[in-house]
């Protein structure tokens, strides 16, 4: 993680980040030594791009130093793009030898009244580049973090309003969760990723789990028909936070927790099966969002509810054509035993509302329609409440996480009633807006609670590399989820 320190430039530091405005000059960068500003100064900036970051390294008294130069432009850059900087300055150097860095706060190339964002930016940009996954590899090792050595003006900012400190528990609740995306399907199964959050949280958090029979005994149907095929069976994780006990106001968070989903006996075709063992990215991002609201002591109270199953085939498995009675009474006809996302987190829609919550707003990877329609880069949402969709909104473009609004499109609705049960769960006509009739299943079980609901299919896990938040689990959403709740619910 970060650590943020206050001290004198030193020459000798191993690793020194200049930030430049891209103005087809060369470069005057004044360091006490003839012999290294003689080097440094050839370097033309015509030679570059906005974007770059270019890597000097000098031997002084046997030590490496390194030099960093990023190349911003003469406009205020976007958040995005300063964050893509941070992770592209800790590509260019080696993470082994990475401890610490003297920094030239980016902030100081631009009048700006907020006077930490750009300098968040980058460093978030850095703990996304730091992370690496290879608890399955011999010799694996995590590393440690960063010491920073930044400007008096800054570090006190940051000391005052506790950015860094916010920074950590965030950064290190996305490694959490993005370890256990990653975690292959034979080790985090329903049963151990309950264990995980019983052991792994703080006493700030109420933890419950329901386990099989306690599912079927409380008339959680449609979670025990999805998870009842495997050997692993299911769980439901009730997770509670305190953090304002004097008011009614309650958030309640679903996170799908599909540990892995063969499609069941819709058996998914080899192409789309290789990667399910993120299909619980929902739940592991709900439980990050969490921790961090109760590390922070976030004056909020929120409930979240993790159903964890594994979708496959076997002899007790669910089958097409059957009828379960969920939850909430209303029966729902299966056609396709691989939209089983929405069956568990129908029920869990059910057991959220009992809740009278203020908001309920739920993470899934629910459908490989919303990919195909926004692309692997970017999530969909849904809400019944335009007013809490606006603002959540605001907070992805403020942490630069791609998100679109789709139409909860009412005229669809027919599309999903049965002629023998109240709903089918998928669609009439099924090549058609995936995303859309997912969405208005999961709104039959919401009643009039306002509800947001965001399909994170293409960025929860990412195949290509991403430029900020590279490869796999990519832990997207914890971050502004928990500033969309901090700043919404917090006062």
Sequence with gaps: MLNIVRRIRDLYRLNRIVPLVKSGQSIEFKIPNDKIKKVVKHINLEELKVGDVKKISIFKNGDLINFIFLVLPEDEPDLFSVAELGRKTINSLDKKELKSIDYTEIEALYKSKNSYRFSRAFFEGMLYGLYTFDKYKEGNQKHDGIEISISEKFYDFSLKSGIVDEMNILFKNIYMARDLINTPPNDLTPHNFASFIKGNSND????????????????????????NGSEHKPCLVRIDYEGKPESKDKIVLVGKGVTFDSGGTNLKPTGSIETMKSDMSGAASV???????????????????????????????????????????????????????????ADSLSMALKENPSLIIDMATLTGACVVALGSNIAGYFSNDDNYACKLEKSFVDNYEDICRLPLYAKYKDR????????????????????????????????????????????????????????????????????????NFSS
Excluded at 295 to 305: C, D, G, I, K, Y
Excluded at 317 to 341: C, H, M, Q, W
Excluded at 422 to 428: H, P, T
């Design 204 to 227: 700030k958090l109420n933890i419950n789990v329901l386990y099989h029979g306690d599912i079927k005994e409380n008339g959680l149907n449609l979670i025990y028909a999805v998870g």
């Design 287 to 345: 439980y990050a969002i969490m921790k961090s609201i109760s590390e922070s002591s976030l004056p909020v109270n929120v409930t979240a509810f993790l159903p964890l199953v594994e979708n496959t085939i076997g002899a007790t498995a669910y089958r097409p054509g059957d009828i379960i009675r969920s939850f909430s009474g209303k029966t729902v006809e299966v056609l396709n035993t691989d939209a089983e996302g929405r069956l568990v987190l």
């Design 416 to 487: 999903l009633k049965s002629k023998i049960a109240d709903l089918q769960n998928i669609s009439k006509k099924r090549t058609e807006a995936g995303a859309i009739m997912g969405a208005l299943f999961l709104q039959e079980f919401v009643g009039n609670s306002p509800w947001i609901h965001i399909d994170i299919a293409g960025p929860a896990f990412i195949e290509d590399n991403h430029p900020v938040f590279g490869e796999g689990g990519s832990g997207y959403g914890i971050r502004s989820l928990y500033n969309f709740i901090k700043c």
